[in-house]
């Protein structure tokens, strides 16, 4: 007898699936629905199961979006982070009063974004080779006349053959004597 699965149960594996294609730890997804953190990942195994690879590959390019728009962006515009002095925690200022900031967090930020966007290229395949297309009409037409000439030949040898049939007399084989 077949099992037929509940429709929340359907919603709630969903849920579970996207839950961890967000980037939420299994354990967390596991707490949150009350199952096994073994169960998540059978559940998320099945969805993955069944999503084709142009499938896998359009969600892992939208999770890489998310994250640069999301995480990376804000960083990379953000002021960066304040700079403090060693023992005293105060605030850093240059000259005029203006706040220091490091701007280390950024510059890790935009290496981050460059491996991001590279991934995200390859999962889109621009960095695959384009094809060439060779003109081969040139070869075609070399084994066209080769074949024409070959058809021509056979043609000549067809009619020697009939001509030199018609010039043997016809011979008269007989058993050799015993």
């Known amino acids: 007898?077949?099992?037929?699965?509940?429709?929340?149960?359907?919603?709630?594996?969903?849920?579970?699936?996207?839950m961890v294609q967000q980037g939420y730890g299994l354990q967390v997804v596991a707490d949150q629905n009350g199952i096994t953190r073994a169960?998540?990942?059978?559940?998320?195994?099945?969805?993955n199961s069944v999503i084709s690879d142009d499938g896998t590959r359009d969600i892992l390019i939208a999770q890489l979006d998310s994250y640069l728009s999301d995480t990376l962006n804000p960083i990379i515009r953000g002021p960066g982070q304040r700079m403090y002095a060693a023992g005293?925690?105060?605030?850093?200022?240059?000259?005029?009063?203006?706040?220091?900031?490091?701007?280390?967090?950024?510059?890790?930020?935009?290496?981050?974004?460059?491996?991001?966007?590279?991934?995200?290229?390859?999962?889109s395949a621009l960095d695959r080779a384009?094809?060439?297309?060779?003109?081969e009409s040139k070869e075609i037409n070399d084994a066209l006349e080769y074949l024409a000439t070959l058809a021509a030949e056979k043609t000549a040898l067809e009619a020697r053959l009939a001509q030199y049939e018609q010039q043997?007399?016809?011979l008269e084989i007989s058993p050799p004597a015993v």
């Open 1 to 18: 007898m077949p099992r037929h699965k509940d429709v929340s149960k359907q919603d709630r594996n969903l849920r579970i699936a996207q």
């Open 39 to 47: 169960r998540v990942s059978q559940i998320v195994s099945e969805y």
């Open 88 to 123: 005293s925690g105060k605030v850093v200022n240059d000259d005029d009063g203006t706040p220091l900031y490091d701007e280390h967090i950024k510059v890790d930020a935009v290496n981050s974004a460059l491996r991001v966007i590279e991934r995200r290229a390859k999962l």
């Open 130 to 135: 384009k094809a060439t297309v060779k003109d």
């Open 168 to 170: 043997l007399p016809e």
